[in-house]
């Protein structure tokens, strides 16, 4: 579903380079985990995927279900069934959560060419995920994020993904600033969302996360290329050890 050949990206106009020489291969039904240092290069890549325009991609390239996702709008790589979630979801004041839920699921199925969601169906579609999620109606009223925990932030962007249900998952470190009972309720949300149809990259400093999303290969990405991969025992490798040979590694 996701290839990712020799990629090499900086922040745009700028000379350093962030990412140097990724390769990454993500498979239908598959969660690969990405651990790193601080400064690796985890949220370049999740922007890079996103298509933010501040950072330049300077080589290689990035397939999507064999399509080349640089070539594509975020709009369409939205679409297209890509997702990212934020490390740090902003607050958007005067944008109603509900207004942009149903803006954005509506801009999804006109793109697939699907019909629009009538108010009761959208209803229903959102009462049903956010009662999964721990998220009140009340909350929903609100404009989008403003005033939400670090906790409710985050249930409501797994609530996005949940209602968008795109083919490719990227969260970038979902678990900052979680309790353990809002990483519990987060980590069920996206579990609910694995299946045979849908890939997934968990971003993550820690092994916590991957007690409760356990990914099917885990990746280390140290100083712009990921330089060791395994099965899920090597993020308790790292929870023990630390980065310090993988960053010896890469230098």
């Known amino acids: 579903m ?8 900086r922040i745009a106009e700028e000379e350093t380079e962030i990412l140097r020489g990724v390769n990454l291969t993500v498979n239908a039904g598959e969660v690969h985990a990405i651990m790193g240092p601080n400064g690796s290069g ?23 279900n064999g399509e080349n996702m640089l070539d594509m709008d975020p709009d369409e790589r939205a679409a297209a069934g890509m997702f990212l979630a934020f490390q740090y979801p902003i607050e958007i004041p005067g944008v109603a959560t509900m207004e942009f839920l149903k ?6 199925r006109k793109a697939r060419g699907e019909d629009v969601l009538s108010i009761p169906d959208f209803m229903k579609r959102v009462k049903a995920a956010a009662s999964h999620l721990n998220v009140s109606m009340d909350m929903l009223k609100r404009p989008l994020n403003v005033g939400f925990s670090g906790g409710e932030k985050k249930r409501a962007e797994i609530l996005q993904m949940s209602l968008l249900e795109p083919k490719l998952c990227v969260l970038d470190e979902t ?7 809002a990483l519990r309720i987060v980590s069920e949300g996206v579990n609910k969302l694995r299946g045979p149809e ?5 971003i993550t400093h820690y092994q916590r996360l991957l007690d409760h ?5 885990v990746h280390v990405l140290s100083k712009g290329r990921i330089v060791k991969s395994g099965d899920k025992y090597l993020a308790l490798e790292l ?3 630390g980065y310090a040979d993988y960053v010896d590694t890469a230098a």
């Open 175 to 181: 678990d900052s600033g979680l309790d353990i009972d």
């Open 42 to 64: 985890k949220s370049t890549l999740s922007y890079i995927l996103a298509g933010k325009d501040d950072y330049e991609v300077t080589e290689g390239e990035v397939l999507f």
């Open 198 to 202: 849908r890939a997934m990259v968990v």
């Open 213 to 217: 999303i356990v990914p099917d290969v």
């Open 239 to 241: 929870e023990k050890n």
């Open 2 to 9: 996701l290839e990712i050949k020799n990629l090499h990206a």
């Open 103 to 108: 803006t954005a699921m509506n801009a999804q």
